[in-house]
């Protein structure tokens, strides 16, 4: 199957401070990945649908201001946690939908540890 | 908003025996996903159906497409201990808008 790559794995940053994660699809260009946030034993929440080359479009009740989605080009989508705080400690995943097939192939996720 | 109703949320069953859950709609959807998460990591595709009434298998796995296009099962058969894990079914449109996922099946096998 496709691949999409989550870098940092995990993550651990000083409150008050921002951290990137990146989501990149290795072998297929993605024109529309997802970014979803898990808590513990829970389903995944969708936060946004990013789009290559547009703005991101965030669910109702995700702060576009506190997490910033780039999706620069057809491989690479980020997320920025802004002005980190504990609460936001989470497992953060993101998804990429294979052109031409209705498929989403998910990365491998990122803990992040807000201190 | 489209929601899908994946049961049951969680299962205890002994090593050996076979496994159903399923997911039902109240929406149409051309295209049924089955994932599988283990903890600490992302969700896995197991399997990927995309006509009505398809029957797909991977393995011990068999899943198949609702021939109303609103629901999917996946069963699976004489389960080990690293069946484990959560799984997640996801419905999707043409062209992957957004997907729906289902709240996820919590699999506990006992050796």
């Known amino acids: 199957g496709a691949v999409v790559s989550q870098h940092p794995s995990w993550v651990i940053c000083k409150s008050g401070t921002s951290v990137k994660i990146e989501c990149r699809s290795l072998?297929?260009?993605?024109?529309?990945m997802f970014w979803y946030r898990q808590f513990p034993k829970q389903s995944l929440m969708l936060m946004a649908t990013?789009?290559?080359?547009?703005?991101?479009?965030?669910e109702q009740g995700v702060e576009k201001d506190k997490f910033l989605i780039n999706h620069a080009s057809l491989t690479l989508s980020t997320l920025t946690v802004t002005s980190a705080h504990p609460e936001d400690s989470s497992f953060y995943i993101c998804?990429?939908?294979?052109?031409?097939?209705?498929?989403?192939?998910f990365g491998e996720g990122s803990w992040l540890t807000v201190v | 908003g489209q929601q899908l109703n994946q049961s049951p949320q969680s299962m205890f069953i002994q090593e050996g025996e076979d496994v159903s859950m399923n997911c039902t709609s109240s929406?149409?959807?051309?295209?049924w996903l089955w994932y599988k998460q283990e903890p600490g990591e992302g969700p896995v595709l197991l399997i990927a159906?995309?006509?009505?009434?398809e029957l797909t298998s991977n393995g011990r796995l068999t899943a198949q497409f609702g021939i109303t296009r609103k629901d999917s099962f996946l069963n699976i058969s004489a389960s080990i201990p690293s069946d484990v894990g959560i799984y997640f079914c996801?419905?999707?449109?043409?062209?992957?808008?957004?997907?729906?996922f289902g709240d996820g099946t919590t699999l506990t096998v006992k050796p």
């Open positions: 998804s990429a939908s294979l052109p031409g097939r209705d498929t989403i192939y």
């Open positions: 072998d297929f260009q993605a024109t529309t």
């Open positions: 990013s789009n290559e080359g547009s703005k991101a479009t965030y």
């Open positions: 929406s149409i959807f051309n295209t």
């Open positions: 159906l995309y006509k009505a009434g």
């Open positions: 996801a419905g999707l449109n043409t062209n992957a808008g957004k997907s729906t």
